[in-house]
């Protein structure tokens, strides 16, 4: 089997490409920019530098490499206000682009199609009084949610009209190695705003209450992987999330054994005395994406906080993080 990977330099993207490697499955990891200088790009990985919406280069790679198997993960956040990216750009790589690859898999014969959605499709149900499961109606409230919801009509319809098997999965707050700046992201995870901070010896405060459900990334690729190389996919929509809230002060617990002379404290219930910066106001109560669906057609479950926070912290002694800003 041959997997394309799209967006295989960006933060989920490489957690896929050691996922992938791992397993002994051919991949051809597709950026449009050579891979971030630090990683260690496994055996047996071939790279292309391409962009997802150059339809004759998908066509190209795809006939190449005998693809069997398209993860399109390439995509680009749109923040409101967004200074790196526009709605036009972000409106063309998230949904333009799974148009070319829809119709470029089908014609090479491409097995199956997997597509990293996001929680942003759900977007009001977040805050409703129930964790989400796939049942809930999509209510996006940001561009962003609007382009990936979009794409996932483009998947079904496609799915539905060409008989291409196709899976979507729904993933939430991601934590763990690989994360970076880039050019495409204007918003740092928290998790990756504490390493820094941890790393830097620059103490932080942390919002008393603020909980919620980051996953692991190493997981979320896994299971990623897991929905590509099935025989079967008894259906075509997964959430993939831990399925509960946690407190960051688990992480940075965890951090302190990385560097004991870091400080962290509790400070106020708004954040306004953190020096971090919040995706979500830390006061709103934000519900955790359910993944039962997943864990039981799969067997899999996603690690807890304290062990994902532990296999973080032990990756981040080998010195492979990456910091820097990524602006290439």
């Known amino acids: 089997?041959?997997?394309?990977?799209?967006?295989?330099?960006?933060?989920?993207?490489?957690?896929?490409?050691?996922?992938?490697?791992?397993r002994g499955l051919g991949c051809v990891a597709l950026n449009d920019r050579p891979l971030p200088a630090g990683f260690d790009l496994p055996a047996g990985i071939v790279t292309e530098t391409a962009d997802v919406r150059d339809r004759r280069a998908i066509a190209g790679v795809l006939a190449r490499h005998g693809v069997s198997c398209v993860i399109h993960a390439a995509a680009v956040t749109l923040a409101p206000g967004s200074s790196l990216t526009g709605v036009e750009t972000a409106f063309d790589v998230n949904t333009v682009?799974?148009?070319?690859?829809?119709?470029?898999?089908?014609?090479?014969?491409?097995?199956?199609?997997?597509?990293?959605?996001?929680?942003?499709?759900?977007?009001?149900?977040?805050?409703?009084?129930?964790?989400?499961d796939e049942t809930a109606a999509p209510r996006p409230a940001s561009v962003y949610g609007y382009t990936k919801l979009a794409s996932e009509r483009l998947v079904t319809e496609t799915a539905a009209s060409f008989g291409l098997s196709c899976v979507r999965a729904r993933i939430t707050a991601l934590f763990g190695p690989h994360e970076r700046e880039t050019a495409t992201r204007d918003l740092m995870s928290l998790p990756f705003q504490l390493v820094r901070a941890a790393m830097t010896d620059t103490p932080v405060r942390l919002p008393r209450g603020h909980r919620r459900d980051w996953t692991y990334s190493r997981d979320v690729a896994e299971a990623l992987v897991l929905l590509a190389t099935a025989?079967?996919?008894?259906?075509?929509?997964?959430?993939?999330?831990?399925?509960?809230?946690?407190?960051?002060?688990?992480?940075?617990?965890?951090?302190?054994?990385?560097?004991?002379?870091?400080?962290?404290?509790?400070?106020?219930?708004?954040?306004?005395?953190?020096?971090?910066?919040?995706?979500?106001?830390?006061?709103?109560?934000?519900?955790?994406?359910?993944?039962?669906?997943?864990?039981?057609?799969?067997?899999?479950?996603?690690?807890?906080?304290?062990?994902?926070?532990?296999d973080h912290v032990d990756w981040l002694r080998t010195g492979a993080q990456i910091l820097g800003a990524d602006r290439r």
Request: glycine share 10%; hydrophobic share 40%.
């Open 1 to 22: 089997m041959t997997i394309l990977l799209t967006g295989a330099g960006g933060f989920l993207g490489l957690n896929l490409v050691d996922a992938i490697a791992a």
């Open 231 to 310: 025989p079967e996919v008894p259906r075509d929509l997964y959430n993939l999330g831990i399925g509960r809230t946690w407190p960051p002060e688990i992480l940075a617990d965890a951090l302190g054994t990385l560097c004991p002379g870091w400080r962290h404290d509790a400070g106020a219930e708004d954040g306004s005395d953190s020096g971090l910066f919040f995706p979500d106001h830390p006061g709103d109560l934000r519900q955790p994406l359910l993944s039962a669906r997943f864990t039981t057609d799969f067997g899999f479950d996603f690690r807890p906080p304290e062990t994902a926070c532990r």
């Open 97 to 132: 682009s799974t148009a070319i690859l829809l119709e470029e898999a089908r014609k090479a014969g491409v097995a199956r199609f997997v597509y990293p959605s996001s929680t942003a499709v759900y977007g009001h149900a977040l805050y409703d009084r129930a964790p989400v």
